[in-house]
T-cell receptor, first 116, second 117 residues
Framework: DGGITQSPKYLFRKEGQNVTLSCEQN?????MYWYRQDPGQGLRLIYY???????QKGDIAEGYSVSREKKESFPLTVTSAQKNPTAFYLC???????????????FGDGTRLSIL | AQKVTQAQTEISVVEKEDVTLDCVYE???????LFWYKQPPSGELVFLIR??????QNEISGRYSWNFQKSTSSFNFTITASQVVDSAVYFC??????????????FGQGTRLTINP
């Protein structure tokens, strides 16, 4: 079955620690995205990547970093610079076509990050 | 700047009632896309519908229907004869039309829908 796998499901971070959230997709999608969801709020874009070895900042990139070394993988690192990391993190992917097609994004099950 | 407003934070109805979720958007673009997603308790977002700004036809899919009105910048979602399995958080989202590459979605705050048996 094609889909997006996020791991771990739950993650705890100590003060001053960097943690990495995994996102893997087998949908053969070029574009991948990371969103943050806070209670009672919509999703906000952290980073996105259109192609391997390329990524762009979203609306709330400060305190986060990403890499895109493989098409299938787009890990997100929450650094110690992110002072309020407690949230639900969702990874998504989508196809990209040349002409204004805006294909829907497919989402993983999410990772819930908390501070110890 | 683009913005999506879902004014209804929570809705609670009894099973078999019809319910409408409102979505109002703001954009300066003439070409854009609107989406609805469902987020069940398990957490993942499930895609429901995509509509581009040139297609104002209403759409029906089973018990779900969508009413897109450019004149009022609204894209409302109606569930007919609601069922307990419809209980979830529903998000409306907007993106500008991308010539190529990734798209940036702007989400509303979401509406938590509870269907009581």
């Amino acid at each position: 079955d094609g889909g997006i796998t996020q791991s771990p499901k739950y993650l705890f971070r100590k003060e001053g620690q960097n943690v990495t959230l995994s996102c893997e997709q087998n949908l053969n999608h070029d574009a991948m995205y990371w969103y943050r969801q806070d209670p009672g709020q919509g999703l906000r874009l952290i980073y996105y990547s259109q192609i391997v070895n390329d990524f762009q900042k979203g609306d709330i990139a400060e305190g986060y970093s990403v890499s895109r070394e493989k098409k299938e993988s787009f890990p997100l690192t929450v650094t110690s610079a992110q002072k309020n990391p407690t949230a639900f993190y969702l990874c998504a992917s989508s196809m990209t076509y040349r002409y204004y097609s805006n294909q829907p994004q497919h989402f993983g099950d999410g990772t819930r990050l908390s501070i110890l | 700047a683009q913005k999506v407003t879902q004014a209804q934070t929570e809705i609670s109805v009894v099973e078999k009632e019809d319910v409408t979720l409102d979505c109002v958007y703001e954009t300066r673009d003439t070409t854009y896309y609107l989406f609805w997603y469902k987020q069940p308790p398990s957490g993942e977002l499930v895609f429901l519908i995509r509509r581009n700004s040139f297609d104002e036809q209403n759409e029906i899919s089973g018990r779900y229907s969508w009413n897109f009105q450019k004149s009022t910048s609204s894209f409302n979602f109606t569930i007919t004869a609601s069922q307990v399995v419809d209980s979830a958080v529903y998000f409306c989202a907007l993106s500008e039309a991308e010539r190529q590459g990734a798209q940036k979605l702007v989400f509303g705050q979401g509406t938590r829908l509870t269907i009581n048996p």
